[in-house]
C-alpha cells in the first residue's frame, strides 16, 4: 500500500490513470494478490483510488489543490472545450515534433501508426491512437507538452469520453483517422514542420466534427 501511495504522492501515478490489472500488479509488487486486494481497497476508502466496474481502478488525487490539476480541470471540461484546446496546442505540438524528432523517436512514432491501422476492436483502436499522439509529443522533448498529452490521454481512458467515443465513430471513419495519422506520420518523418501542423489540424477537425455530430 505504501509504495502505490508513494507513486501517487510522487506523481509517476498521474490522477485519472488506470493501475495495471491486479496480477501484474500484484507480480510488481511481491505481493499475495489477496494482499493487494486488501491494500486496493484501504487506499479506495482513503480517497486515493476509485473503482468502476467493468473499467477497472484509477487514480483519485486528493488534496485542497487537486481541484487546480490540469487532469481534473480538463474532466469538468465540455467536449466542444477540450477539442478547442487540442486545436490550439497539438497542429504546433506536431511542427515541433517534425523539428526534433530523433531516430528513435520515429521508430516509436511510427510502430505506435503500424499498430492503430492493424487494430481490429475500437478499444485496440483508441489505445493506440492515444499512444501515437503521445508519441509525437515525446519527440518535443518538451516536459510541459509531454504532460499536457498525458493528461489528454487520461481523459480519454474515462468512461464517459470512452462511451462518446462508441457512438462517434464508426469503421468507415476509423479508416479516415487512419489515412490522416498517416499523413501527419509522413510529414513528421519528411521534417516538415509546416504539413506536420497541417495534418493534424486537419485529423482534429474532423474527431471534432464528428463529436460534436452526436452531443
Same mark, same amino acid.
Given at each position: 500500500m505504501n509504495d502505490i501511495l508513494h507513486r501517487i504522492r510522487a506523481g509517476s501515478l498521474m490522477e485519472g490513470?488506470?493501475?495495471?490489472?491486479? $496480477?501484474?500488479? /500484484?507480480?510488481? &509488487?511481491?505481493?499475495?494478490?489477496?494482499t493487494l486486494r486488501r491494500a486496493l481497497s484501504h487506499l479506495e476508502q482513503e480517497g486515493h483510488l476509485v473503482r468502476r466496474v467493468g473499467a477497472g481502478t484509477f487514480v483519485r488525487v486528493t488534496?485542497?489543490?487537486n481541484g487546480g490539476t490540469l487532469p481534473s480541470r480538463m474532466r469538468g471540461a465540455s467536449p466542444a472545450e477540450l477539442m478547442e484546446v487540442r486545436l490550439i496546442m497539438e497542429p504546433q505540438a506536431a511542427?515541433?515534433?517534425?523539428? $526534433?524528432?530523433? /531516430?528513435?523517436? &520515429?521508430?516509436a512514432i511510427e510502430s505506435a501508426l503500424t499498430s492503430s491501422l492493424t487494430a481490429s476492436s475500437l478499444g485496440e483502436f483508441e489505445h493506440w491512437d492515444g499512444q501515437l499522439h503521445l508519441m509525437v509529443f515525446r519527440a518535443t522533448?518538451?516536459?510541459?507538452?509531454?504532460?499536457?498529452?498525458?493528461?489528454?490521454?487520461?481523459?480519454?481512458?474515462?468512461?464517459?469520453?470512452?462511451?462518446?467515443k462508441k457512438r462517434s465513430v464508426t469503421e468507415e471513419l476509423c479508416r479516415v483517422y487512419d489515412?490522416?495519422?498517416?499523413?501527419?506520420?509522413?510529414?513528421i518523418r519528411d521534417r516538415d514542420p509546416d504539413r506536420a501542423r497541417q495534418a493534424m489540424a486537419q485529423h482534429l477537425g474532423t474527431v471534432r466534427d464528428n463529436l460534436m455530430g452526436v452531443l
Amino acid at each position: 500500500m505504501n509504495d502505490i501511495l508513494h507513486r501517487i504522492r510522487a506523481g509517476s501515478l498521474m490522477e485519472g490513470q488506470q493501475l495495471p490489472p491486479e $496480477r501484474l500488479l /500484484a507480480a510488481e &509488487l511481491g505481493v499475495a494478490r489477496n494482499t493487494l486486494r486488501r491494500a486496493l481497497s484501504h487506499l479506495e476508502q482513503e480517497g486515493h483510488l476509485v473503482r468502476r466496474v467493468g473499467a477497472g481502478t484509477f487514480v483519485r488525487v486528493t488534496g485542497k489543490h487537486n481541484g487546480g490539476t490540469l487532469p481534473s480541470r480538463m474532466r469538468g471540461a465540455s467536449p466542444a472545450e477540450l477539442m478547442e484546446v487540442r486545436l490550439i496546442m497539438e497542429p504546433q505540438a506536431a511542427a515541433v515534433a517534425a523539428s $526534433r524528432a530523433s /531516430a528513435d523517436d &520515429l521508430k516509436a512514432i511510427e510502430s505506435a501508426l503500424t499498430s492503430s491501422l492493424t487494430a481490429s476492436s475500437l478499444g485496440e483502436f483508441e489505445h493506440w491512437d492515444g499512444q501515437l499522439h503521445l508519441m509525437v509529443f515525446r519527440a518535443t522533448r518538451n516536459s510541459l507538452l509531454i504532460d499536457y498529452c498525458q493528461a489528454i490521454n487520461s481523459i480519454r481512458n474515462e468512461p464517459e469520453w470512452y462511451a462518446l467515443k462508441k457512438r462517434s465513430v464508426t469503421e468507415e471513419l476509423c479508416r479516415v483517422y487512419d489515412r490522416q495519422h498517416s499523413a501527419m506520420v509522413n510529414a513528421i518523418r519528411d521534417r516538415d514542420p509546416d504539413r506536420a501542423r497541417q495534418a493534424m489540424a486537419q485529423h482534429l477537425g474532423t474527431v471534432r466534427d464528428n463529436l460534436m455530430g452526436v452531443l
